[in-house]
C-alpha cells in the first residue's frame, strides 16, 4: 500500500488525482492537505484542513503521516495576482515546497511538484525538459524557484511541467478555457481570443495519470506532460467550438498587443514530449481527441 499525501486536494488536479487514485484504494491510502472544508465532492479519504503555510503545521502533519509520496498540486495559480502579490505567491509557490522538501529529507518521501510552461520566455517554443528557463512574469518567477529547491535537494522528486489545463471536476471553482469558452458560445455571447499565442493544452485526466504513473515507476528528474500539437489560443477555441458542435463564429481574433494585462505572457510555448514518451512510456493525444474525450467522459 502507497500513502500518499496530495496538498491541493480541492484544486482541479488535487480532485482529479483523487478520483484516479481512489478507484485502487488497495494500492493507494490518499490523504488529501487543502485549506478549508473538503470540497472535492468525496469522502472517501482522510482530509485534513490546513494552511500550507504554516510551516510548523504542515510539518507535524507530515511528521503524523509519514507518506511514501507527496502530490505537491497546491499553488497560487492566477498569474496576475501573482505579479501584485508577490509575498503571497512566494509563501505557496517556494516557501511551501521548501518545507516539503525539507520534511521530505527527514521522513524519506518522494516528492511529485507540478510546474509550467511559463518558466520560459516563449521565444523559442517546443521546450524540451533541458531548455534554459527564462520567465517573464513572476508566476513563472516562482515556480523557477521551486523547481530549483527540489533540484538542489538529495529527496527523491519528479517535477511535471505542464500547459494551460482543463477539464471538469466537482467543485469548480476556478474555471478553465474549455469550459469557459463552451459556456460563453452555448449562450451565444461574442469572445475575442489571441491569435498570437501558441500552446499545447492539457487535459487534466492526462496529468493525473502522469502524477500516478511517476509514482508507480518512481520517476525521477523532469518531464513534460501536455497535448502534441501547438495551437493559437484562437485556434483553440475553435477547436472547443467545432467538438461540442458550438457556432464558432462569436469567436474573434485579436493580438496580444490589445489586451493590458498585468503580467507579461510567453507567447509561443508548447513541449517536446520524446522523453516523457520515452521513459514515462506516456503518450497523450491531440487537443481534438482529447476534447473528444472529455466530452465523452464528461466529469472526471
Ligand atoms: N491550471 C493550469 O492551467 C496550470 C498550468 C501549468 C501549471 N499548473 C500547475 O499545476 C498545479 C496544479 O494547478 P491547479 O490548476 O490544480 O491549481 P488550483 O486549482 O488553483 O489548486 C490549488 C489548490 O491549492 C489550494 N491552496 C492554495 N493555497 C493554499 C494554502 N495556503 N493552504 C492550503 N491549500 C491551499 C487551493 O485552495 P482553494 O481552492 O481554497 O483556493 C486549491 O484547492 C500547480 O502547481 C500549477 O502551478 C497549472
Known amino acids: 500500500m502507497i500513502k500518499v499525501i496530495i496538498t491541493g486536494s480541492n484544486g482541479f488536479l488535487g480532485q482529479s488525482l483523487l478520483n484516479l487514485l481512489l478507484q485502487d484504494s488497495t494500492s493507494y491510502q490518499v490523504i488529501g492537505f487543502s485549506r478549508g472544508i473538503n470540497r472535492s465532492g468525496r469522502d472517501d479519504f482522510e482530509y485534513v484542513s490546513i494552511d500550507l503555510t504554516n510551516s510548523k503545521l504542515l510539518e507535524e502533519n507530515l511528521l503524523k503521516f509519514q507518506p511514501d509520496f507527496i502530490i505537491n498540486t497546491a499553488a497560487m495559480t492566477n498569474v496576475d495576482f501573482c505579479e501584485n502579490?508577490?509575498?503571497?505567491?512566494?509563501?505557496?509557490?517556494?516557501?511551501?515546497?521548501?518545507?516539503?522538501?525539507?520534511?521530505?529529507?527527514?521522513i524519506k518521501a518522494h516528492v511529485i511538484h507540478l510546474s509550467t510552461?511559463?518558466?520560459?520566455?516563449?521565444?523559442?517554443?517546443?521546450?524540451?525538459?533541458?531548455?534554459?528557463?527564462?520567465?517573464?512574469?513572476?508566476?513563472?518567477?516562482?515556480?523557477?524557484?521551486?523547481?530549483?529547491i527540489l533540484?538542489?535537494?538529495?529527496?527523491?522528486?519528479?517535477?511535471?511541467?505542464?500547459?494551460?489545463?482543463?477539464?471538469?471536476?466537482?467543485?469548480?471553482?476556478?474555471?478553465?478555457?474549455?469550459?469557459?469558452?463552451?459556456?460563453?458560445l452555448e449562450n451565444k455571447k461574442e469572445i475575442t481570443m489571441v491569435n498570437d499565442q501558441f500552446r499545447t493544452p492539457t487535459y487534466v485526466v492526462d496529468l493525473a495519470q502522469a502524477c500516478k504513473i511517476s509514482m508507480d515507476q518512481r520517476s525521477k528528474g523532469v518531464y513534460n506532460i501536455a497535448s502534441n500539437t501547438l495551437l493559437s489560443i484562437y485556434e483553440i477555441a475553435q477547436q472547443?467550438?467545432?467538438?461540442?458542435?458550438?457556432?464558432?463564429?462569436?469567436?474573434?481574433?485579436?493580438?496580444t498587443s490589445t489586451l493590458n494585462q498585468t503580467a507579461a505572457r510567453p507567447m509561443k510555448t508548447g513541449?517536446?514530449?520524446?522523453?516523457?514518451?520515452?521513459?514515462?512510456?506516456?503518450?497523450?493525444?491531440?487537443?481534438?481527441?482529447?476534447?473528444?474525450?472529455?466530452?465523452?467522459n464528461g466529469m472526471k
Open 117 to 148: 510552461d511559463f518558466i520560459f520566455d516563449g521565444i523559442q517554443g517546443n521546450y524540451k525538459e533541458t531548455d534554459t528557463p527564462n520567465p517573464l512574469n513572476y508566476y513563472g518567477v516562482s515556480k523557477l524557484k521551486s523547481e530549483e
Open 85 to 106: 502579490n508577490k509575498i503571497e505567491c512566494d509563501a505557496l509557490n517556494v516557501g511551501v515546497v521548501k518545507t516539503l522538501v525539507a520534511m521530505a529529507a527527514q
Open 151 to 184: 533540484k538542489n535537494a538529495t529527496i527523491d522528486f519528479t517535477i511535471l511541467r505542464t500547459i494551460l489545463v482543463y477539464g471538469e471536476v466537482f467543485d469548480m471553482s476556478r474555471s478553465n478555457i474549455v469550459l469557459w469558452v463552451k459556456e460563453m
Open 240 to 255: 472547443i467550438g467545432t467538438v461540442f458542435g458550438l457556432d464558432t463564429s462569436y469567436i474573434k481574433a485579436i493580438s
Open 271 to 296: 513541449f517536446d514530449l520524446s522523453k516523457t514518451k520515452k521513459e514515462l512510456k506516456f503518450h497523450t493525444k491531440s487537443f481534438t481527441e482529447d476534447l473528444q474525450r472529455l466530452k465523452k
